[in-house]
């Protein structure tokens, strides 16, 4: 027993910070470190806190006077209060004045509360914890009209839950343009180290946590504004690396502000957590010159590890690696290459990062620098719009998770089974234009956006929050309460809500059409982790009823042995993706593309798991909001 303890205690302090220092005190063993917060600590047994952070956020300006003469002065780029954002002016929303925002570091078991306090005098806001489940606490998952309502300016709104699932995840900003204008955050939960931990890796330093954001000149409301009203692009300018980097025009370097550095000692092997908190439809390819990579967990769930040369990760995905320190002492490349709509047809949008060795000065590597100017990855993880088993590809439903568990939705077949098909719809989206008056047939085709659904509906929100004010609801606004007949040609919009009975066995069939163009949309569900059971894709598009055929023959591949979990997953263009999940824990959960463009125009749906007795009690205080209408209010008159 205590050789036991002594053991986890060690592991603990070999896991720790870069900068912490485990000493031999006899029968003790503690750690020096220059904490942030006191809550960023090794994760030991019966060592359970509360945590409480608070965050202000605020409209800021990037690369602002606080960065003084950077980067003429490199010191300055360092400044308090500096984001650099690659060195190009624009309005931004930041939380606490950084961009990313406050790390949170916190154990498994602890008790996290954030006080978020809303200093902008003209919008709302909202924060959403982004892979937590929110077990026993679904009024806290951070969703304006769903589960809660939004934060009035000059408001403070106390977030309050208990850390029930380890792994990494981030916190971002779920209110219209607020995440992609740099409201985001990494959020790790880490679990007590134990002997298996070991065997994969030597250290899990906060240094080496990764979050990348594309980005873009101007602001996204302006961005998507131009999109939908005139003809502008979707396509971003620049990807951000724990918000630092520079714009490129292909190899050439526009702006020059600093990159950032992940430093490792040779001979050892490190846990990198990389966090994708991108806006746009641009995944980005991470390759490291002279270095695999051994993916190790996705979206806080652990599975075999498997080693690629390159690994892709969407909006709103997380992926853990570990990287073995074995090359010769150098400084080399991390790139970070933009796919989609940030690939070579379009911007060719791609970021550098530096791996330094202790040992060698500290510098830019001399290898050349340009959009997927390295060589081609001989076998890439989690690839875009690639069949199944096609050669060098490896995508998702063909990991293994590490822990096996006797998962129902694995042993049973579903108890309700939905297909979500979507596409870019050419229906006319009736909040930005007026069919009548300049609809697609009387524009040039350059002006005629397409509008992103889930089987013909764009989803409307309530004015009140599901959860805690149902019945202030305008019933409607519901789907079930429409005429969804005709919804291929003309504009369909309604509160689209999917009742699934509690401790159900649910599995989804989501279809991407891929008619207009080459697209790819990662798609996440609040409140919840899912199998991935199925991929593929079947052609450059495909019609619905194909699918359906194939499904009821049976001649759709799942992997119903050890899938991984995950939360947010990619669907094929032409193709289709098959999750799973228990529905055990009630509440109104979200299920929405993370490409903000396309959650704003309505590709979202809402699982309602339970009834409404089987929800947790909303809690005292709970702010209310919604319409006011009172048709028998008097005014006094006044002689």
Not at 198 to 217: A, G, K, P, Q, V
Not at 443 to 461: A, E, G, I, R
């Amino acid at each position: 027993m205590i050789y036991s303890i002594y053991l986890q205690l060690l592991l603990a302090c070999l896991f720790f910070f870069q900068r912490a220092t485990c000493i031999d005190g006899g029968s003790d063993w503690y750690y020096q470190e220059a904490q942030s917060h006191p809550c960023q600590r090794p994760c030991l047994p019966g060592d359970v806190r509360t945590c409480y952070y608070r965050f202000s956020i605020e409209w800021y300006w990037a690369f602002s006077k606080a960065c003084y003469d950077c980067p003429h002065t490199l010191s300055d780029c360092y400044r308090k209060d500096c984001v650099l954002a690659g060195g190009v002016e624009r309005f931004i929303t930041v939380v606490n004045r950084q961009m990313p925002g406050p790390s949170i570091e916190v154990c498994h078991g602890d008790k996290l509360e954030v006080e978020v306090e809303n200093m902008m005098d003209d919008q709302t806001t909202s924060i959403h914890w982004h892979g937590h489940h929110q077990v026993k606490t679904p009024y806290m998952d951070g969703v304006p009209f769903i589960t809660q309502c939004p934060i009035s300016p000059n408001s403070v709104f106390r977030y309050t839950m208990q850390v029930t699932n380890p792994g990494t995840h981030f916190w971002h900003g779920h209110t219209g343009w607020q995440k992609s204008s740099g409201v985001f955050g990494p959020l790790v939960v880490r679990s007590a180290p134990s002997a298996e931990d070991s065997l994969l890796y030597d250290f899990d330093l906060s240094e080496h946590t990764i979050i990348i954001n594309d980005w873009t000149r101007v602001t996204d409301m302006d961005k998507f504004q131009f999109f939908v009203q005139s003809n502008g692009n979707k396509s971003p300018e620049a990807i951000f690396v724990n918000g630092m980097g520079r714009y490129f025009n292909d190899s050439i370097p526009l702006t020059h502000t600093p990159l950032a550095v992940f430093t490792v000692q040779k001979g050892f092997r490190y846990r990198f957590r990389l966090i994708n908190s991108g806006a746009h439809d641009c995944p980005v390819d991470l390759n490291i010159d002279g270095h695999p990579i051994t993916a190790i967990a996705s979206d806080g769930s652990d599975i075999e590890p498997v080693t690629v040369d390159s690994l892709v990760s969407y909006a709103g995905e997380r992926w853990d690696f570990v990287l073995e320190a074995t090359s010769p002492l150098n400084n080399y490349w991390m790139r970070f290459t933009g796919l989609q709509d940030c690939a070579e047809d379009f911007a060719k949008v791609h970021q550098v990062a530096v791996l330094h060795y202790k040992g060698v000065p500290e510098r830019e590597p001399k290898d050349p620098v340009g959009y997927n100017i390295h060589s081609k990855a001989k076998l890439q993880l989690n690839p875009p719009n690639v069949a199944l088993n096609q050669t060098g590809t490896l995508s998702v439903p063909a990991l293994i998770a590490s822990t096996r568990t006797q998962d129902p939705v694995l042993l049973h077949d579903p108890d309700m089974s939905v297909i979500l098909s979507y596409d870019f719809n050419r229906a006319i989206h009736t909040m930005y234009a007026k069919h009548y008056l300049y609809g697609s047939n009387q524009v040039d085709p350059s002006f005629q956006p397409l509008t992103p659904q889930f089987n013909h509906v764009s989803f409307k929100m309530p004015h009140s929050p599901l959860l805690s004010q149902y019945s202030d609801v305008d019933p409607s606004i519901f789907c079930e309460n429409h005429n969804l007949t005709d919804c291929n040609t003309t504009f369909c919009e309604c509160l689209y809500v999917m009742e699934v009975p509690t401790n159900s066995n649910v599995e989804l069939i989501l279809i991407d059409i891929g008619e207009p163009f080459d697209a790819n949309h990662p798609i996440h569900l609040h409140g919840y982790a899912f199998r991935v059971i199925g991929m593929d894709r079947l052609g450059e598009s495909v019609d619905e009823e194909l699918v359906r055929k194939l499904n009821r023959e049976g001649r759709l591949v799942r992997n119903l042995e050890n899938p991984p979990l995950k939360d947010t997953v990619t669907v094929p263009d032409g193709g289709y993706t098959i999750i799973r999940f228990h529905a055990n824990n009630p509440g109104y959960w979200l299920f929405h593309c993370h490409i903000d463009f396309h959650m704003e125009l309505g590709m979202n749906v809402v699982f309602k798991v339970g009834k409404d007795e089987e929800f947790p009690p909303v809690p005292d205080g709970f702010p209310k909001c919604g319409d006011y209408k009172n048709d028998n209010m008097k005014l006094n008159s006044y002689s």
